[in-house]
């Protein structure tokens, strides 16, 4: 089963299956019987995960028991997976409701848990719902899109006190634990400031102008829906929240305009049955995309293969931020969802040296003798031209004030986006199990969330007022001050 999304990279420790030392946490056995009832909510790509972990290696500590969705074509599908999964020799039959009857579905099937995997701006309902009829949560990213959706959130978490459990899987990859180890270290000294440069490519950077994320009252902008991921990562590193956030950008590469203005002529309005064009998306080229989405288009419309020089998209795809903390620190960011190539360079400077992230999760997108785009250029009998330049790999290299520089040995992670989600999913199931605190301080909650998100919904504000926005301005709810220690 694919655990992200089937258009971004591969990363070299995706292929891992023995993690480093410390990587993954200690639990202790199961009790017998003690599974907790889970229910999915959105059975779309991401929900595959989820779906996996439960039906295989999480089973003994939790049981699905319901789907949620308005489209029953996804349910059929993810129905007929977990059947397969468990040998009952046809669909698994679970109980499935409307995304009306969340209450009903939580009473009726005793739901322990909801596991929420639905479009970003529908999460603030769904989370604040299941939390009030008696669930905790399980929250994909980002927590919610907009200041309203953060105050209703709050207000449920705070009145029912249930737990919410935010998948920031980007934490549980080794690298970025790594380049938390040493800024907690104090090797480098107090941090004075990080720039973040983040690049999608023109296969996993496109896949953002295709569907509901386009639309900044669906997603938030890949500024709330994708670098919350990265602020996350930040706020962590750091152990603080943002004061005052700064941005600039737009939409300069995709859309119908900037595609017009580049001389690029008509073209269809979707990707499936294209040929020869490296933007298109061909829904009939992956089976499980096939069904998940070009099957399931009868019952509800949605497109997942529109054009990326297509009208109506309504977020950015160049983004940078500066970000003040309220520690003193000064973050610059940016995103950029073009690049020839993609990856991550981080550089943490303090008053006792330098820490530097860089990761390449593909070093370059190839085309081939179709024109279409090759997802892993690795596995083409020639190759590509890229790979003794750019090669696939991470590297933390550390260096303090009079000395030379020194590599610091990452360890091995084990599955997706660079070793993180198979540890996020066992803390996601088994963290009551722990058998001692987690060093890291991984597992993440809905404060973490919103702080995360805040620096997304300020940069919104930023980028139609033109001037920088105070976090406190936002009054999302709650106090975001970290916990000491
Ligand atoms: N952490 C990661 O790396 C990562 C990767 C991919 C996606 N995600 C997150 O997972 C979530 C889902 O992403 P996806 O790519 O699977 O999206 P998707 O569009 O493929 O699937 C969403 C599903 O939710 C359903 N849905 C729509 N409205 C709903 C509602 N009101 N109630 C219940 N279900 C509803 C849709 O029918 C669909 O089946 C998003 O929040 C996304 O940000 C996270």
Redesign the pocket.
Known sequence: MSD??PTAPRPASHRGTVAGAGVVPDFAPAPPGGQRRFAV???????GMYVAAITGEHADVATLVAW????PG?MDYYDAEVGAALGLGGPAGLPRYA?DDLERMIAEQRVDAVVV????H??A??VSRALESGADVVV???LTTTREGCRRITGAVEATGRDLTM?F?YRYAPRNSSLREVIASGEIGEVTSVHFEWALDTVHGADYFR??HREKESSGGLVV?KSS?HFDLVNWWLGDVAERVYASGGLKFYGDKNAGARGLGERPARGTGVVGDPFALDLNDDPRLRA?YLDSERH?G?LRDQDVFGPGITIEDNLALVVDYRGGAVLTYSLNAHSPWEGYRVSVNGTAGRAELQVVERGAVTLDENGKAVLDPSATPEGFAGHALRPEGERLIVQRHWEQPREHRIPAGIGG?GGGDAILLKDVFRRHLRTGPDPLGRAAGYLDGLRAVAVGIAANRSLVTGGPVLVDDLELGADLTPAAG
């Open positions: 992200q999304n909510i959105g059975t779309g790509h991401r929900a949620l969705d308005p489209n996804r995304p995997t639905a479009p970003d529908a999460h309902d769904l994909e990213k980002p998948t899987n569907r509901w829906h991921h998940l509800d949605y986006h």
